[in-house]
């Protein structure tokens, strides 16, 4: 739509026309949503972005054999902390996103964080789906 729009202004002031242009493109190439998908083997984390489609861009893939443990963060907090994370809060209901980590534990001692942007219910269905493989598959 910004293409549409600022293209017949580009002779009137071709500097901030060039900015929003070049604005929007990145937008529309490299934004995109992350998918997580657990397969009977495997996670498979990867983005719907035109970029990731252009550069051949094949995401993450975890082997659920490697894992030992999907865990979320511990949620110990003070009261400062609370009121901290209400201000936060309120501003990421303004538009400023926050990402929710998702940690990997693997049987090598190595812990991998995957940040998202799914809501809590989102995450512990994740991590238990997760965890559930990984038993069935001991």
């Known amino acids: 739509m910004a293409i549409i729009l600022t293209i017949p202004h580009f002779n009137e002031n071709p500097a901030v026309i060039t900015v929003v ?3 929007a493109l990145f937008f529309i190439l490299f934004i995109g949503e992350k ?11 990867t983005t719907n972005s035109i970029a990731a489609l252009l550069f051949n ?8 054999k490697e894992i030992k443990i999907a ?17 936060i ?8 996103t926050r990402q929710y980590p998702i940690y ?4 090598n001692g190595e812990i991998i964080k995957i940040d998202t ?18 038993k069935s598959l001991s």
């Not at 942007?117 to 990984?134: E, Y």
């Open 21 to 23: 242009l070049i604005t």
């Open 35 to 45: 998918h997580y998908e657990v397969y009977t083997d495997r996670i498979s984390v």
């Open 57 to 64: 861009n094949k995401g993450s893939n975890y082997q659920l």
């Open 71 to 87: 865990r979320l963060p511990s949620e110990k907090i003070t009261i400062a902390a609370a009121g901290i994370l209400g201000i």
């Open 89 to 96: 809060a309120t501003l990421s209901s303004n538009g400023i």
């Open 104 to 107: 990997l534990e693997m049987k």
């Open 117 to 134: 942007l799914l809501n809590k219910k989102t995450r512990i269905g994740l991590v238990d789906q997760v965890n559930s493989s990984i």
